[in-house]
């Protein structure tokens, strides 16, 4: 072998491997392959990103994802699907992804020794940083204006920004309350701006004894549903909890 084909070859291999590299860190690839879940021993201990295992967390180990990334992980068999954070490294090379008891229970393969997923990169800690950064900004931004009839949300239940009754039945991702509709709807067009939400709701309720406004995003017809966007929305450090939607 000549000194020139084995540069060559070298060179080849080089960018293969780095291209390779860069592709299973661009946000949307995807992977079909084996998954299992921990063994309950595992529980409590540190984990090769450093983080520390707990069971009832949404979290698992991916072979090559960067730690603290974000992926979706389906189950092709049976179609459901959960959001994880990686945190560690699979113990063998047969499996892609190891995740934890709770999202076993997610995707429904308790007992199963290898699962049938695909596993999407939705974000990395890099992405993440970016995401949270830009939406502060939007959030923190005091000059929206907004020009809907206030007078339309006064009577309990879930409307539209356009004051819109919601008719349906279902569960939305709760943002935060507040105390007048204005400050709910001003919210609402931040939250629009800032994450590109569509499916916005504002719900009027009660609170021990006094009137508040919530904001909602999502117009889910279950809670499973509506947990995945609340996954998200928790993984970039935002307060939100699922309410269950009224008209």
């Excluded at 997610?106 to 997923?117: E, P, Q, S």
């Excluded at 931004?141 to 007078?151: E, G, R």
């Excluded at 943002?175 to 709701?201: C, G």
Aim: hydrophobic share 35%; charged share 25%.
């Amino acid at each position: 072998m000549t000194n020139k084909f084995l540069f060559f070859l070298l060179t080849v291999l080089h960018f293969g491997v780095l291209s390779n590299a860069q592709n299973i860190t661009k946000i949307g690839y995807s992977q079909i392959g084996k998954a299992s879940y921990y063994p309950d021993d595992r529980d409590g201990k540190i984990t090769a990103g450093g983080y520390k295992y707990d069971k009832n967390a949404l979290a698992g180990a991916h072979k090559y994802f960067p730690f603290g990334s974000i992926v979706k992980v389906r189950n092709i068999d049976n179609g459901k699907t959960v959001l994880l954070k990686i945190i560690d490294r699979p113990y063998t090379n047969q499996r892609i992804l190891d995740v934890t008891l709770k999202a076993a229970q997610k995707l429904d393969i308790i007992g199963l020794t290898d699962a049938h997923v695909e596993v999407t990169l939705m974000d990395t800690p890099e992405t993440l940083r970016k995401k949270k950064e830009a939406s502060q900004k939007q959030l923190n931004q005091k000059d929206t204006t907004v020009d809907i009839n206030v007078n339309l949300f006064t009577k309990t239940g879930t409307y539209y920004l356009n004051g819109n009754q919601y008719t349906q039945q279902g569960f939305g991702v709760m943002f935060k309350s507040f105390s007048t509709i204005n400050e709910a709807i001003q919210q609402s067009e931040l939250l629009k701006s800032a994450y590109n939400f569509e499916d916005i709701l504002i719900q009027t309720g009660w609170k021990n004894g006094e009137k508040e406004f919530r904001v909602l995003v999502g117009e889910f017809s279950s809670k499973e549903e509506a947990q995945l966007l609340y996954q998200m929305i928790h993984h970039i450090s935002i307060t939100a909890d699922i309410k269950k939607l009224f008209n």
